[in-house]
């Protein structure tokens, strides 16, 4: 099927539904110069997310997970919401129902909401956060929460109990938090519509979410720049880049 007659029925689908849920991954944000997860393993030294993006690691080496997180951090310093977070924060400010479920830990979403809401409220356009944000560091003891800051020498450590800082990210082999999955899932469940914007949709449980809109009898749209596992399951699967596709899907 031709890509207009493509995106003309994506638009119909839009159109027509009447809750939509948007699950995101690292693809959104590419076009923001967000390294993907399918790059960060070849940027950053040789090391793979799955390696370093874990509690072992943390434990291991401690200066080395950290240094990557600062880089990503000083990478992103330099980065600003995309066409595709635009287009999709300002459908969720018109259709006043939150829908964004992103796996992203960069914040864009939220800079994204905030900045089109001006001085309305941004909170339809805030997106539920699987897998935290590396903006924020946790204490591993006390779970107290506090602003990134850049690494220096000394590890950083928290101000409340002395505890190591670690950043408030869901790594590789922990479980995500309950309420924000469960939060997720419910979006998911009532939408018509799901759209599924920059992933490779092999992280779970966050691959599965699509799949609650699908199994409640809703449709699916992919928006990839290649097939992913859920294309099957696609209602409409659009290729191209999500700072132009979503302009003209949703705008
Ligand atoms: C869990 C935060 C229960 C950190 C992330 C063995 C032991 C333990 C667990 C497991 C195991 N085996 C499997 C698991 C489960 C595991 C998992 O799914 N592993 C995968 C690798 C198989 N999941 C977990 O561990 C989760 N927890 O299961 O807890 C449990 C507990 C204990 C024991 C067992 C189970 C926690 C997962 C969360 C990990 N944290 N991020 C950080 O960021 O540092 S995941 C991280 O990677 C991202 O958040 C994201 O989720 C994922 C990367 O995926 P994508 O976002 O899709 O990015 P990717 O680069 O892969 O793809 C980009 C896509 O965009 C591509 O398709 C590309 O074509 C497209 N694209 C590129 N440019 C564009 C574009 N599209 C459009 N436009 C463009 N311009
Ligand atoms: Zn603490």
Not at 7 to 30: C, F, H, N, Q
Not at 105 to 112: E, I, M, N, Q, S
């Given at each position: 099927?031709?890509?207009?007659?493509?995106?003309?029925?994506?638009?119909?689908?839009?159109?027509?539904?009447?809750?939509?849920?948007?699950?995101?991954?690292?693809?959104?944000?590419?076009?923001?110069?967000?390294?993907?997860?399918?790059?960060a393993?070849?940027?950053?030294?040789?090391?793979?997310?799955?390696?370093?993006?874990?509690?072992?690691?943390?434990?291991?080496?401690?200066?080395?997970?950290?240094?990557?997180?600062?880089?990503?951090?000083?990478?992103?310093?330099?980065?600003?919401?995309?066409?595709?977070?635009?287009?999709?924060?300002?459908?969720?400010?018109?259709?006043?129902?939150?829908?964004?479920?992103?796996?992203?830990?960069?914040?864009?979403?939220?800079?994204?909401?905030?900045?089109?809401?001006?001085?309305?409220?941004?909170?339809?356009?805030?997106?539920?956060?699987l897998?935290?944000?590396?903006g924020?560091?946790?204490?591993?003891?006390?779970?107290?929460?506090?602003?990134?800051?850049?690494l220096?020498?000394?590890l950083?450590?928290?101000?409340?109990?002395?505890?190591?800082?670690?950043?408030?990210?869901?790594?590789?082999?922990?479980?995500?938090?309950?309420?924000?999955?469960a939060?997720?899932?419910?979006?998911?469940?009532?939408?018509?519509?799901?759209?599924?914007?920059?992933?490779?949709?092999?992280?779970?449980?966050?691959?599965?979410?699509?799949?609650?809109?699908?199994?409640?009898?809703?449709?699916?749209?992919?928006?990839?720049?290649?097939?992913?596992?859920?294309?099957?399951?696609?209602?409409?699967?659009?290729?191209?880049?999500?700072?132009?596709?979503?302009?003209?899907?949703?705008?």
């Open positions: 099927m031709s890509a207009s007659v493509d995106i003309e029925r994506a638009r119909r689908l839009v159109g027509e539904a009447r809750r939509v849920v948007a699950l995101t991954g690292a693809g959104i944000s590419a076009e923001s110069g967000v390294p993907t997860f399918r790059d393993g070849g940027l950053w030294r040789n090391y793979r997310p799955e390696e370093l993006a874990t509690p072992q690691a943390f434990a291991r080496d401690p200066r080395t997970a950290w240094e990557w997180y600062d880089w990503r951090r000083s990478v992103l310093a330099g980065c600003a919401p995309n066409p595709g977070h635009r287009a999709l924060a300002r459908f969720f400010l018109a259709r006043g129902a939150a829908g964004v479920v992103t796996q992203n830990v960069d914040g864009l979403h939220t800079r994204a909401a905030v900045e089109e809401a001006g001085n309305g409220p941004p909170e339809a356009a805030l997106p539920v956060e897998h935290g944000a590396v924020r560091d946790r204490c591993n003891r006390c779970e107290a929460r506090f602003p990134a800051e850049p220096g020498d000394a950083p450590r928290c101000d409340s109990c002395g505890g190591l800082r670690r950043p408030d990210v869901v790594l590789f082999g922990e479980s995500l938090d309950g309420d924000v999955l939060r997720a899932y419910s979006l998911a469940e009532r939408a018509d519509l799901c759209l599924v914007v920059g992933t490779s949709a092999v992280v779970y449980p966050a691959a599965a979410v699509p799949l609650a809109t699908l199994e409640a009898g809703g449709s699916l749209i992919e928006v990839n720049l290649e097939d992913t596992p859920l294309t099957r399951s696609a209602t409409v699967a659009l290729r191209g880049a999500a700072g132009e596709v979503l302009p003209a899907l949703l705008g």
